[in-house]
């Protein structure tokens, strides 16, 4: 805390400094602006639960967050923001949930202090959030930033505690410095991470925490060979050292790839190598042990209403042969967009490639009653295939005193594989479809209806389980649109393997009202009812009330 208090008395008394130098320079445009402006924001929300339901969930839960901004002669900016909330109080994690930051600009100089985030490359820092402080300089061509901080604060062992997990404390530090012309542009990284060995108690030898290094280097260029051809490269070495056992291992990635523009064509191919185990404690999970050989098309087509992305490759995984099966396949991808007026609007699209993402049908939407639910972005499940199409439809008059129609239809598809060698065994294949369709209307006076109706099916070939369900909504605003109120219901019903589960009921009611310009109020509350086959029933309620003051 203390480094950081420092280096920001030290930005600031460069930036004092600085911005001294320009009013004496610019005295006459200074005299015309003001001294000192202040805009930002504060929302509180308090969240109450009753219910019968066995979630171990707080009765009150309260959360704070806020920003200002101080302008000085609309040359300095010291923008301040924060987060406090008491979800989670009771539990060991190895970030807390209270945010506190500050982004000082002037000109071309940006701070970051606080919690923050930061990213150098998908290859080192890449969106890890760290305690401590930054800074992002753009003079002329030059593009520099700077980090150091404390990227995972020390979690104990704790044998009374299950859900807590130990963590060593981990401390960050990197620079980017990056060079950007016309014709080129050429950047350096370098990124280092270590953890201290003495903020815990060694942990059990089972659970396979030890206290580790990390050192990377990376470059990257890209030049304009031609008018419409460019080259890239990029490359990345990591060195991972496990400081218990003092060994270290040494890692690659690069991507080298070339776009070429002609006419209305863009042709493009890449090649990506990430060795087996390359890792960097700068990002929170990266994929590894892979090489990827793509060519990228596309296109426009009938006056640019049609346009046509097409991606093509060929991936291969286990480079060092070590694992005991080897995959090559085939990835591709085809996007394709039509949009022949204003009122049609359609969407295809199909990939196989691997990717890593969070998948929610819409249902855990429908069914959300806390705003802190759906904010889960570790649940990544591997998929090989995905396809989805998107039509929408808009009907009605141009004008304040008509029925505008909406029709949309959207249809999903999803399957992710584990093979043993080269068989898929039963219970190895999952394939998961999710369809909705939702008709609006939109009244005069602002006052819309809305229904729709969902379908969730999930086939993993020894089970499956399907969930239907219908929605119905109207929402308004009233008195000049200072006031909106809406209400929503809906019913869904859970199947496995054909037999009824559970029947789950939902009733939505919101209200918001807008004072004085600056004041917001909004209250809702929702009921949920949750009938199950041979348990008994339980509901809950949930209500949550806010205030918002924007200056």
Same mark, same amino acid.
């Given at each position: 805390?203390?480094?950081?208090?420092?280096?920001?008395?030290?930005?600031?008394?460069?930036?004092?400094?600085?911005?001294?130098?320009?009013?004496?320079?610019?005295?006459?445009?200074?005299?015309?602006?003001?001294?000192?402006?202040?805009?930002?924001?504060?929302?509180?929300?308090?969240?109450?639960?009753?219910?019968?339901?066995?979630?171990?969930?707080?009765?009150?839960?309260?959360?704070?967050?806020?920003?200002?901004?101080?302008?000085?002669?609309?040359?300095?900016?010291?923008?301040?923001?924060?987060?406090?909330?008491?979800?989670?109080?009771?539990?060991?994690?190895?970030?807390?949930?209270?945010?506190?930051?500050?982004?000082?600009?002037?000109?071309?100089?940006?701070?970051?202090?606080?919690?923050?985030?930061?990213?150098?490359?998908?290859?080192?820092?890449?969106?890890?959030?760290?305690?401590?402080?930054?800074?992002?300089?753009?003079?002329?061509?030059?593009?520099?930033?700077?980090?150091?901080?404390?990227?995972?604060?020390?979690?104990?062992?704790?044998?009374?505690?299950?859900?807590?997990?130990?963590?060593?404390?981990?401390?960050?530090?990197?620079?980017?410095?990056?060079?950007?012309?016309?014709?080129?542009?050429?950047?350096?990284?370098?990124?280092?991470?270590?953890?201290?060995?003495?903020?815990?108690?060694?942990?059990?030898?089972?659970?396979?925490?030890?206290?580790?290094?990390?050192?990377?280097?990376?470059?990257?260029?890209?030049?304009?060979?031609?008018?419409?051809?460019?080259?890239?490269?990029?490359?990345?070495?990591?060195?991972?050292?496990?400081?218990?056992?003092?060994?270290?291992?040494?890692?690659?990635?690069?991507?080298?790839?070339?776009?070429?523009?002609?006419?209305?064509?863009?042709?493009?191919?890449?090649?990506?190598?990430?060795?087996?185990?390359?890792?960097?404690?700068?990002?929170?999970?990266?994929?590894?042990?892979?090489?990827?050989?793509?060519?990228?098309?596309?296109?426009?087509?009938?006056?640019?209403?049609?346009?046509?992305?097409?991606?093509?490759?060929?991936?291969?995984?286990?480079?060092?042969?070590?694992?005991?099966?080897?995959?090559?396949?085939?990835?591709?991808?085809?996007?394709?967009?039509?949009?022949?007026?204003?009122r049609i609007n359609a969407h295809v699209s199909y990939s196989n490639f691997q990717s890593h993402t969070n998948i929610k049908s819409p249902f855990d939407y429908i069914n959300q009653t806390l705003p802190t639910e759906n904010l889960d972005t570790?649940?990544?499940? !591997? #998929?090989?295939? $995905?396809?989805?199409?998107? *039509?929408?439809?808009?009907? /009605? +008059?141009?004008?304040?005193?008509? &029925?505008?129609?909406?029709?949309?239809?959207?249809?999903?598809?999803?399957?992710?594989?584990?093979?043993?060698?080269?068989?898929?065994?039963?219970?190895?294949?999952?394939?998961?479809?999710?369809?909705?369709?939702?008709?609006?209307?939109?009244?005069?006076?602002?006052?819309?209806?809305?229904?729709?109706?969902?379908?969730?099916?999930?086939?993993?070939?020894?089970?499956?389980?399907?969930?239907?369900?219908?929605?119905?909504?109207?929402?308004?605003?009233?008195?000049?649109?200072?006031l909106s109120v809406g209400i929503l219901t809906s019913y869904n019903t859970n199947f496995a393997d054909g037999n009824a589960q559970n029947n789950i009921a939902n009733i939505r009611g919101n209200i918001g009202c807008r004072l004085w310009k600056?004041? !917001? #109020?909004?209250? $809702?509350?929702?009921?949920? *009812?949750?009938?199950?086959? /041979? +348990?008994?029933?339980?509901?809950? &309620?949930?209500?949550?009330?806010?205030?918002?003051?924007?200056?």
């Amino acid at each position: 805390m203390k480094n950081i208090i420092t280096i920001l008395l030290l930005l600031t008394s460069i930036i004092a400094l600085r911005a001294q130098q320009v009013d004496l320079e610019n005295v006459g445009d200074i005299a015309n602006k003001k001294p000192l402006k202040i805009t930002g924001g504060l929302a509180a929300n308090s969240v109450l639960y009753g219910g019968n339901e066995n979630y171990n969930r707080d009765f009150w839960n309260y959360f704070l967050s806020g920003s200002i901004n101080f302008s000085i002669y609309e040359l300095l900016d010291l923008p301040f923001s924060f987060n406090l909330t008491n979800s989670g109080a009771n539990m060991a994690y190895p970030t807390l949930p209270n945010r506190f930051s500050l982004h000082p600009t002037y000109k071309w100089i940006s701070a970051h202090i606080g919690d923050v985030a930061m990213t150098f490359s998908p290859y080192t820092l890449n969106g890890h959030q760290f305690t401590g402080a930054g800074v992002d300089l753009t003079p002329g061509d030059w593009k520099i930033s700077a980090m150091a901080g404390r990227l995972q604060r020390s979690v104990a062992y704790d044998t009374l505690n299950p859900y807590s997990f130990p963590y060593y404390q981990r401390m960050g530090y990197g620079t980017k410095v990056r060079c950007e012309r016309e014709k080129y542009k050429i950047g350096v990284i370098g990124f280092f991470a270590k953890d201290n060995a003495s903020s815990i108690a060694p942990p059990p030898d089972s659970l396979n925490v030890v206290p580790q290094q990390n050192l990377v280097l990376s470059g990257d260029v890209s030049v304009q060979l031609l008018q419409n051809l460019s080259l890239m490269a990029e490359y990345a070495h990591s060195i991972l050292t496990d400081n218990a056992h003092d060994i270290t291992q040494n890692f690659n990635a690069f991507k080298v790839g070339f776009n070429w523009q002609l006419w209305k064509n863009s042709i493009g191919i890449t090649y990506e190598y990430v060795g087996p185990n390359y890792a960097t404690l700068g990002a929170y999970y990266f994929n590894n042990d892979f090489e990827n050989i793509t060519l990228n098309y596309a296109r426009p087509l009938f006056n640019d209403k049609l346009n046509v992305a097409l991606n093509f490759g060929i991936q291969q995984d286990d480079l060092s042969s070590q694992n005991n099966s080897k995959t090559n396949r085939y990835v591709s991808s085809v996007n394709i967009s039509y949009v022949p007026s204003e009122r049609i609007n359609a969407h295809v699209s199909y990939s196989n490639f691997q990717s890593h993402t969070n998948i929610k049908s819409p249902f855990d939407y429908i069914n959300q009653t806390l705003p802190t639910e759906n904010l889960d972005t570790l649940n990544f499940s !591997q #998929l090989s295939q $995905n396809a989805g199409v998107m *039509l929408n439809f808009s009907f /009605g +008059k141009s004008g304040k005193d008509v &029925i505008r129609h909406q029709l949309s239809f959207n249809l999903n598809f999803q399957e992710a594989v584990s093979k043993h060698g080269d068989i898929a065994y039963i219970g190895d294949i999952t394939r998961f479809y999710t369809f909705a369709t939702t008709y609006g209307l939109q009244f005069p006076k602002g006052i819309q209806l809305i229904s729709a109706f969902n379908i969730s099916y999930n086939d993993m070939g020894i089970s499956n389980q399907l969930t239907v369900g219908p929605s119905v909504g109207v929402s308004g605003h009233f008195l000049e649109k200072t006031l909106s109120v809406g209400i929503l219901t809906s019913y869904n019903t859970n199947f496995a393997d054909g037999n009824a589960q559970n029947n789950i009921a939902n009733i939505r009611g919101n209200i918001g009202c807008r004072l004085w310009k600056h004041h !917001q #109020l909004t209250a $809702n509350c929702i009921y949920q *009812l949750r009938s199950y086959t /041979g +348990k008994d029933n339980t509901h809950g &309620i949930t209500a949550t009330i806010g205030y918002a003051y924007n200056f």
